[in-house]
Each structure stands twice: as structure tokens, then as C-alpha cells.
């Protein structure tokens, strides 16, 4: 049996999608994305995942905030790999979708990423490369061609944004049982 230890000390299978519920957890995930640092590390400071989905939370549409939260939260159980390295991986697009159908299940999200989700989230990618990113001199091969959503980019330190995301979490009615 493969598993994950989590912060909660849970071993968490990573096959069945059945196993996989009884394991999820919010706190696992929150504090996970929280030490989690975007871009496979390589921003010019230390911005975490967790932050990144308060944010993308805050600025979706309030009956996708929820949606907007997790939309990440798979990366607890994996990484955060740059969406490039991603597409060369064989299988991990199957892995991720098993687990964010779990955790859509567990959280009584939508099944599918919601496009508006989607949409913020690639709007606020392209202000993280302003604020946080070197430039790069050819940024039309990785970067979505969308506007900015124009905020700027303070990053928290990792207690802070695990913080943000549980009250986030909270906020929009979620529950925390551990």
C-alpha cells in the first residue's frame, strides 16, 4: 500500500477514492500548502500555495469561493510542479484528477473546476510573475495570455498564510474536525 504521511500523522492512500476520503483533511491540507512554495520554489521570495489560494478564494465570484480555495488543494498530497513539468509527466493528469474528485466529494465542490476559477487563477498568475518573478525573456510560452487582475503580490510568511486559509476555509462555511 502506498501512502502519504500527513502534518496530522494520517497515513493517506493514494488509490481508492474511498480510502482517500476517510483521509483528507482540511488542516493537513492548509498547513501543507502553507509550507508549499509556488513555482517550484524559484520566485524571488517565498510565496506559498496556501496564500495563493486565498487569494484566487478572494477574488472568484462569491458561489465559487469555496472552489477557488481548494482549487489547489491536490498539491497537499503531491506538489506544486510548474504547470510545464507537469504536462511531460505520464500518469500524474490521472492522479490529479482522482484526487480532486475526492476532494470535491469530500468538500461538496463542484466536480470540474468551475472556468471562473480557472480564469482568476490565471489572472492572478500573470500579477504573481510582475511581483514575484524574474523577467522572463519569453514569456508567451509558459505564461497564459490574460490581464492581470492588477493586485499586488505581498507575501505572507507560512504561519500567516496557513492562518488566512483555515479562516478562509471557515468563512465560507467549512468546518474543521480534527
Excluded at 500500500?1 to 488509490?15: F, W
Excluded at 488543494?73 to 484528477?97: C, L, N, T
Aim: charged share 25%; hydrophobic share 40%.
Amino acid at each position: 500500500m502506498s501512502y502519504v504521511q500527513t502534518y496530522l500523522g494520517k497515513m493517506d492512500p493514494l488509490g481508492n477514492i474511498d480510502d482517500i476520503l476517510k483521509h483528507i483533511s482540511i488542516v493537513d491540507i492548509a498547513h501543507s500548502l502553507a509550507m508549499k512554495c509556488r513555482y517550484g520554489g524559484h520566485c524571488r521570495q517565498f510565496y506559498s500555495v496556501a496564500q495563493h489560494s486565498v487569494l484566487v478564494s478572494k477574488w472568484t465570484m462569491p458561489e465559487f469561493a469555496m472552489d477557488g480555495l481548494l482549487h489547489d488543494a491536490e498539491e497537499a498530497y503531491f506538489s506544486d510542479i510548474p504547470r510545464p513539468v507537469k504536462k511531460m509527466i505520464p500518469g500524474w493528469e490521472d492522479m490529479i484528477i482522482n484526487m480532486k474528485a475526492a476532494i470535491a466529494a469530500k468538500f461538496k465542490l463542484s466536480p470540474t473546476e468551475p472556468a471562473h476559477v480557472k480564469e482568476i487563477d490565471d489572472r492572478i498568475l500573470i500579477d504573481e510573475r510582475k511581483w514575484l518573478m524574474r523577467d522572463d525573456p519569453d514569456p508567451d510560452l509558459v505564461w497564459p495570455s490574460v490581464d492581470p487582475l492588477g493586485i499586488k503580490i505581498r507575501p505572507w510568511p507560512w504561519q500567516k498564510a496557513e492562518s488566512e486559509f483555515l479562516n478562509a476555509f471557515r468563512r465560507l462555511g467549512g468546518t474543521i474536525f480534527e
